[in-house]
């Protein structure tokens, strides 16, 4: 036969309990999701001859990750390490988006002076498709801001 078809017969869960019963896997080599699993299974078991669900799943997007994907493609970031525990390009962004916002600033004026504000504090060239120059103080556009609500 060219293939198994062990998944017609039984769920993954039940042919590793199977495998732990024959004594062919060791305790200690049990998969990370099998204790759990065991302890919360699922209201119906996910077996092959199960029809697939036909509900509509919502894509869920917040307007913090539009923001950070639109900052992702104007501004090339190095790669995050994980096991540090600084705070990320990301992040500094984003808060500085999120004081603009704060104090009263349009979406995409507010998009516009973060990323100014973002090459000044942290001294990174720009890439060639922002235009507008960073050399503008934060302090200035917040007051400027505060000035147009009242």
Not at 41 to 69: C, G, H, M
Not at 86 to 113: H, R, S, V
Request: hydrophobic share 30%; glycine share 2%.
């Amino acid at each position: 036969m060219a293939q198994s078809r062990t998944e017609r017969i039984g769920t993954i869960f039940t042919r590793v309990t199977s495998l732990l019963r024959a004594d062919v896997l060791h305790p200690d080599n049990l998969p990370i999701w099998y204790e759990i699993y065991k302890a919360y299974p699922p209201k119906y078991e996910p077996t092959f001859s199960r029809k697939p669900s036909t509900v509509n799943i919502q894509k869920i997007f917040y307007e913090e990750d539009l923001i950070r994907a639109k900052f992702h493609k104007d501004v090339s970031l190095s790669i995050i390490d994980m096991k540090n525990d600084n705070i990320t390009q990301n992040q500094i962004f984003f808060t500085l988006y999120e004081c603009l916002i704060q104090k009263g600033a349009k979406k995409e004026e507010a998009y516009k002076d973060a990323l100014k504000y973002y090459y000044t504090i942290c001294k990174i060239k720009k890439s060639p498709n922002m235009t507008a120059s960073s050399n503008i103080s934060p302090h200035k556009n917040i007051k400027h801001n505060e000035e147009q609500q009242t």
